[in-house]
Every structure is written in structure tokens, then in C-alpha cells.
């Protein structure tokens, strides 16, 4: 039986990935998560063979659960869930140790399928996901232009600050400026890119590959 945890900011997607692959016999599910904090622990009780981790969920992102849970448990294989297969994405979570990449659309057959190959040993990208991966290599400098160009200078280098992990107040006094400025801009780059965090921030300029 491989031993999995899953990881994700929905309990429907939680109980229905659980049914489906414990209906199957080969799986067991060991541990649930609704966050990446919640997942780096759960993977340090259960120590599963598998993590099929959501990028996009609240408190500790995939992509920091990701980087924590490969450096603190090498033996542990993290598969990583999303609705995007954006190329960027797909290379940021493999930068940081995932070995496999599916979208939640996949069907159970590839679900299976995914974790099996990750246990023995090999990799697993979706087919979709691993198109948008090659469509971005051929033209990296393309979408990342695109990208900035979205922002204004000053927008760009307190994201930059953010994605350095600054806080408001260090961000404000790098750049001259004030708390309630670096605010505003912090505002226009949520709207602007339609995240909902600083971590949602990160992560969308990780996808266009601007860090």
C-alpha cells in the first residue's frame, strides 16, 4: 500500500481524492491537510510516501510547503495539484522539488497512475501542463516582458521588496517612502494581478518568471 497525504484548501476535494483512491485498494490515505502548515506537520507525523500538495491554499502556500517538506523529508515525494498548468508554475514547483505536476482535472486512472510513477522512483507532468512547460521555454523572454510591463516601476520594485520578504515599514524605508504608500502600491499589485495575498503576489510572478 503506498501511503499518501493530501493537501487542500477544499474539504470536497479532500473527501472525493480520498474515495477515490482508497475505492482502489493500492492507496491508503493516511492524512488529511487543509493548508501548506498544516501539510509540513502531517508530513512530519505520517511521513507518507506521497504528498499530493495544492499550490494555491491559505497560511503556507505549495510552493513553501513544497521547498519545506522535500528539504526537511528527502524520502517523502511531492506531487503537485492545481487547477493552472501554466509553464511557470510547472517550473517553480519542480524547482522546488516536486516530482510530479497533475491538474485537478486529470482523471482517477491518471491520479493512480501519477502516484505509482513518483513512488518508483520517476516524474509525472500532465500532458497539458507539460505543453504550457515547452511553449514557455521557447519563449521565456516574451512572457516576462508582458509581465512587467503590466506595472508601473514603482510597483515592480516593491514587489520585488515583498517577494524579498520585507515588511511594510522595511519596504517604505527602502524606497523613500511611506507605510500608507507602500500599502497603496501594495493594493494596485493584488488588483492588478488578482492575487489575494502577499504569498498569491510571489507565486504569480514565480508563474511569469520574473523571479
Known sequence: MI???????????????RALLEVRGE????ATALDGAQALIAAHEQRPDIVLLDINMPVM??????????SE????KVIAMSMHGEGRLVQAMLRKGARGYLL?????????????????????ITREASEKLVDDLHAPQRRTTAFVEELTPRELQVLLL????????????DLGISENTVESHRRQLLQKLGARNSAGLVRIAMERGLL
Open 104 to 124: 485537478k482535472n486529470c482523471g482517477g486512472e491518471e491520479l493512480v497512475n501519477a502516484i505509482h510513477a513518483v513512488h518508483e522512483g520517476g516524474t509525472w
Open 73 to 76: 523529508l528527502p524520502a517523502v
Open 61 to 70: 502556500d505549495g510552493l513553501a510547503a513544497c521547498e519545506a517538506i522535500v
Open 27 to 30: 492507496v491508503i490515505v493516511v
Open 162 to 173: 515583498i517577494a524579498k520578504e520585507r515588511t511594510t515599514g522595511e519596504i517604505g524605508q
Open 3 to 17: 501511503r499518501v497525504l493530501v493537501a487542500d484548501d477544499h474539504q470536497m476535494m479532500l473527501d472525493g481524492i
